[in-house]
């Protein structure tokens, strides 16, 4: 699983270095086990779903943090090897919803979202995980979110 904060720019190269690493342990690589969790939502403007998605997603990630970070966020806790997690669960890390919104999140219209998950499938993406109910979102709003992506973004994807 690529970790669902990767910026779209770096999905490639997380997956490139996981067939490399499945290489070099003796097995096969396998294209469907690669999955990836990213927040979804679709709706009929960017400025809808600006609107829509900035609160309850600013909440779920600065949970996330308050809930994932280590006793009194003492990031040196973390082993060495974990340092983007030193990054993340440090005491002033602070969420950027714009860069969210750009590089991380499949929120948009149905052709901003169909377009981010075709480029995820490009950069070795069999799956994915969406996140649709993050933050106390309205239940209305999720429902017709996942109207609008069944209607008009999965038939792009119907292969």
Do not use: C
Request: no cysteine.
């Amino acid at each position: 699983m690529i970790g669902q904060g990767e910026p779209f720019d770096q999905v490639a190269q997380q997956v490139e270095s996981y067939r490399s690493a499945v290489g070099e342990a003796g097995f096969d690589y396998r294209p469907e086990r690669v999955v990836v969790a990213r927040p979804m939502y679709t709706t009929t403007s960017e400025e809808k779903a600006r609107r829509d998605t900035e609160a309850p997603f600013m909440w779920f990630k600065r949970t996330g943090q308050e809930v994932g970070a280590p006793p009194e966020n003492r990031t040196e806790l973390l082993p060495d090897e974990f340092s983007s997690y030193r990054r993340r669960f440090s005491r002033d890390t602070e969420f950027d919803y714009n860069a969210m919104f750009e590089n991380v999140a499949l929120f948009g219209t149905p052709g901003q979202v169909a377009e981010r998950v075709e480029n995820l499938r490009r950069s070795g993406v069999e799956n994915l995980i969406f996140f649709i109910n993050y933050g106390g979102i309205e239940h209305r709003k999720v429902m017709d979110s996942l109207e609008l992506f069944a209607a008009q973004v999965m038939p792009q994807f119907a292969d």
